[in-house]
């Protein structure tokens, strides 16, 4: 048995009660509950379901943030201020991990320090099966499109070192994607688990979908915001726009003309 909190499990929550307690009992699979904490962030539910399935959760012992509703990155930020591990884990509130997850964060980053961030596989279900392979890191497809979700096992001290997670993007949806790029460029390796550790929920109106339809002002918001990280491979594109091979017909068009927006920025 533990002596000491390795992990922090902070969980916020929008009005997803009914899928909390499914949350909650993944972690607890896990053989050493000396080992991670529970932070549930309510991020100021208006469902009458939810609001008092979080309050029965504080009467049975849960550790509960009530907050005013400002958005996944201060949720997420203003229960990571109240951990106590080493590591944390951001568990969305409908979704459900492996209790491997716990086990892999604590083993590889314990063992190599420059190893800010561990991440492994999603077993999709809800409206959508299948499996979601976050791979290997690369910072070349990193810059195309986000494979890594925000459900992984995180080195506390990177994640002050960034800033945690930017509360001023334009829209929700695309926070973990923006807090990789920062991690890797703040000089952290983000370790990869070829395993399945996660499953993630796809629903009708995921904040998935929604940030989809609002990509443009998304990505013009990260992007710019990370010229500096990604200068060598803007550089390429503005070169090579027409033909690059990584880009899904779909989105080449945006990303051209995020290209030629902040072509200028990089001095090209």
């Known amino acids: 048995m533990s002596d000491k909190i390795r992990v922090s499990i902070v969980i916020p929550c929008y009005n997803h009660g009914e899928y909390i307690e499914e949350t909650i009992a993944s972690v607890e699979q896990y053989p050493d509950e000396s080992v ?3 932070i549930i962030v309510n991020d100021g539910s208006t469902d009458a379901e939810t609001i008092e399935i979080l309050k029965k959760l504080e009467e049975k012992g849960y550790f509960v943030l009530n907050q005013e509703n400002t958005g996944l990155a201060d949720a997420r930020n203003n229960g990571i201020k109240l951990a ?3 590591y944390i884990l951001p568990l969305d509130s409908d979704n459900m991990i492996r209790p491997d997850y716990i086990k892999y964060g604590i083993e590889i980053m314990d063992k190599n320090p420059k190893v800010g ?8 279900f809800g409206i959508k099966d299948g499996i979601r392979r976050g791979g290997e890191y690369n910072r070349r497809r990193q810059f195309v499109w986000n494979a890594i979700d ?4 995180i080195r506390k001290s990177a994640l002050d070192e960034v800033g ?3 509360r001023n993007m334009p829209h929700m949806g695309y926070e973990d994607w923006n807090f990789v790029v920062s991690l890797n460029h703040a000089g952290w390796e983000l370790r990869y688990v070829n395993k399945i550790l996660y499953d993630y929920r796809v629903g009708e109106e995921s904040m998935l979908t929604d940030a989809d339809e609002k ?3 998304l990505l013009n918001y990260m992007n710019t915001n990370n010229i500096e990280s990604f200068r ?3 550089i390429d594109m503005i070169k090579q726009i027409d033909g690059y091979t990584e880009f899904k017909e779909s989105v080449r068009p945006l990303f051209s003309q995020l290209i030629k927006n902040i072509s200028k920025k990089v001095g090209f």
């Open 215 to 217: 990509r443009t002002a």
């Open 36 to 38: 991670y904490e529970i």
């Open 117 to 124: 961030m561990v991440y492994g596989d999603a077993q999709l």
């Open 164 to 166: 945690g997670y930017d």
């Open 84 to 86: 106590k591990g080493d």
């Open 232 to 234: 060598e491979e803007y």
């Open 150 to 153: 925000a459900c992984a096992v």
